[in-house]
């Protein structure tokens, strides 16, 4: 972009910014959203040859000079004074066609020419960014960069630069200086919200304070944007009319990337959680942000992770070599380590354990959280990937999900084994326990009952929302008052405690949801009161995830199964992606069964049996399983 000198008018003392517009305004808009302009120097060396000094040329010839620096785009302009003040305008030219490509004006006092360049230079910025259009552009919506401050948006688009190549700690940077800035800048506020989730988690309590500071000042935003970050905030809330919002806005802009990523976000992190989507909607979705803005590398992410879970690994592998041509320094290390553990080729997996020494920890245990449970059929691989990576790092997460795999499997000598070394927590004897008391199981050998009041979890000051999920629901389904009681009334404190601090609202709503469930699963086990648990266990799903809300979901399709099977059968349709697939798909046979569809019963049956296939004698679903595909000749 090449600035040349302005036409000036009104007043001698006005003079200097026919020349200084050039220093000045080349000097603000460069590197802003990309542009680079040329420099001040070299403009005046092009503008001597063929201006005389003090004449203002017609605009073919002040387009060639601009044309003949080497720049794509012209900035021609005017300063007017007058006894009100003066008038700044400034237009650009694509200097390929001579088309005019935006403009923009500032009026104000006279002796304030610097602050109104600077307001023009905002301005300019922010029409080039959307005249460039959104698939080549830094900023995710021009209409969202309300700041009046050049500095603040200076750093923004620097932010924006970080982030859209993955760069989230040095986005956190850039957009923790523009708000220091300009603390009404909403986008700004927004963006620093997400990356800290990159950087953290989707619960950061940074996240969530830099979250509510974009909410709180929102109302300088226009409509849509306002609605994306006030649904963004939703998100972190597990408010599910942030999914509504969110449906309605992909609908209305279908070409908004953002508004798909952000709906697909909201599917990864609670509406599969709530049983408002699968993990077929959450890949379309991503599927599409990506399409839409192929080069905007934070889509990448949960879309690599979805194709991951629906073990599709050819595109996974071609989405993970697109980014890393985007952004070689930003993938993040879990999608390459979480590829190559479940989905590499037979040939390639003795070289794949070989180097699991060389895994950097944390890595390991994010990829912990992408197991494809519904679609890896060699079961035994599974097995020595979450052994030989416990082994290795000794991660909690792996001795969970070779327990989940031996119980989903219908092994549960096998499950019962692994929890019977005595060096273990003893949150492990109660997981493992849940699971059969969830599903009304024989306890294996060895299998003894667990503690379940205050010592059942290693950490007393907070112990965690699973551990003390499991404790709680197993009290609850056996009826041990007591121990119910105690984790109920630390889940209340724990609500209380983190809705009272900043920043803590997933903390907060992920204990008020283990209320309502554990309140729900009392209601139906106990009570045997459907009528009180639906509504208590339809309320916990958005906080619950993962086997959390798989418990409170299946006690719910309990509550339903007799009076009211086609939602029973609703919620089973969300609960055949995890461990506990074999079991729902029983479940939803026996629905299936009774609403007369027998051919859609049959193939239920028919999955679960091949689920159970390597499941203990007498298994009683497995038995379930197989007798009702003789019986409807399936």
């Given at each position: ?415 019962a084994d692994v929890v019977s070394d005595p060096s273990l927590l003893p949150a492990w004897a109660v997981t493992a326990w849940s699971w059969t008391a969830q599903l009304e199981l024989p306890a294996p050998v060895g ?188």
């Amino acid at each position: 972009l090449t600035v040349v000198p302005f036409a000036v008018t009104g007043g001698a003392d006005l003079d200097l910014w026919r020349e200084g517009m050039v220093d000045v305004l080349s000097t603000n808009l460069d590197g802003m959203g990309g542009y680079r302009t040329i420099d001040s120097r070299t403009v005046m060396a092009r503008w001597r040859e063929r201006v005389r000094e003090g004449e203002t040329p017609e605009l073919r010839t002040a387009l060639e000079v601009a044309g003949s620096t080497g720049a794509r785009f012209g900035l021609v302009g005017t300063l007017v004074g007058n006894p009100g003040g003066v008038r700044v305008a400034a237009d650009i030219y694509d200097l390929s066609t001579g088309d005019k490509v935006t403009q923009s004006y500032v009026e104000g006092p006279a002796d304030s020419v610097l602050a109104l360049v600077g307001r023009l230079s905002v301005s300019l910025t922010r029409e080039l960014l959307a005249a460039a259009g959104e698939q080549v552009m830094q900023a995710p919506r021009t209409a969202g960069l309300t700041t009046e401050s050049l500095e603040a948006l200076r750093h923004y688009l620097d932010g924006e630069a970080a982030y859209r190549r993955s760069d989230f700690a040095g986005a956190a940077a850039a957009f923790e200086r523009a708000v220091g800035v300009d603390s009404r800048f909403a986008l700004a506020w927004a963006r620093l919200s997400s990356s800290y989730g990159w950087l953290e988690n989707i619960s950061s309590a940074a996240g969530a304070t830099a979250g509510d500071r974009a909410v709180a000042v929102a109302d300088r935003l226009p409509a849509r944007e306002r609605m994306m970050v006030e649904a963004e905030r939703g998100l972190t809330e597990g408010d599910l009319d942030a999914v509504v919002t969110l449906r309605q806005a992909v609908v209305k802009y279908p070409d908004d990337a953002e508004a798909w990523f952000l709906l697909g976000e909201f599917y990864r992190h609670n509406g599969r959680g709530a049983g408002v989507s699968t993990e077929e909607d959450e890949l379309e979705v991503f599927r599409k942000a990506v399409a839409l803005d192929p080069g905007f590398t934070p889509y990448y992410v949960h879309y690599i992770e979805s194709l991951i879970g629906a073990a599709d690994t050819a595109g996974a592998a071609q989405a993970l070599a697109r980014y890393r041509e985007l952004a070689p320094e930003g993938v993040p290390d879990h999608l390459p380590v979480a590829f190559a553990l479940y989905l590499s080729p037979l040939v390639a997996r003795d070289a794949v354990l070989a180097r699991l020494d060389t895994v950097d920890a944390e890595a390991l245990r994010q990829a912990g959280r992408e197991v494809p449970w519904a679609h890896i059929p060699d079961r035994a691989w599974l097995e020595q990937v979450f052994r030989a990576a416990y082994a290795e790092h000794a991660q909690p997460i792996w001795l969970r999900h070779l327990l989940d795999l031996h119980m989903g499997d219908g092994r549960l000598q096998a499950a019962a084994d692994v929890v019977s070394d005595p060096s273990l927590l003893p949150a492990w004897a109660v997981t493992a326990w849940s699971w059969t008391a969830q599903l009304e199981l024989p306890a294996p050998v060895g299998l003894e009952p667990p503690t379940l009041g205050k010592e059942a979890c290693s950490d007393n000051a907070d112990p965690g929302a699973a551990c003390m999920f499991e404790a709680a629901a197993v009290a609850a389904m056996t009826g041990d008052r007591a121990s119910y009681q105690y984790w109920h009334g630390r889940n209340v404190e724990l609500a209380a405690t983190y809705t009272a601090e900043p920043g803590q609202g997933g903390h907060a709503l992920q204990h008020r949801s283990v209320v309502k469930a554990i309140e729900g699963i009392w209601a139906l086990r106990q009570e045997r009161s459907p009528e009180r648990a639906v509504p208590l266990l339809r309320e916990s799903l958005p906080g619950l995830d993962g086997a959390m809300g798989y418990m409170a979901r299946w006690h719910l399709v309990g509550a339903r199964e007799e009076g009211q099977p086609r939602q029973a059968l609703d919620y089973l349709k969300w609960m055949t992606a995890g461990p506990e697939r074999g079991y729902a798909l029983v479940r939803m046979g026996r629905v299936k069964e009774r609403l007369g569809d027998r051919a859609g019963a049959a193939e239920a049956y028919r999955n679960a049996s091949e689920t159970f296939a390597d499941a203990d004698e007498g298994h009683p679903y497995a038995v379930e399983a197989r007798e009702a595909l003789a019986r409807l000749g399936g």
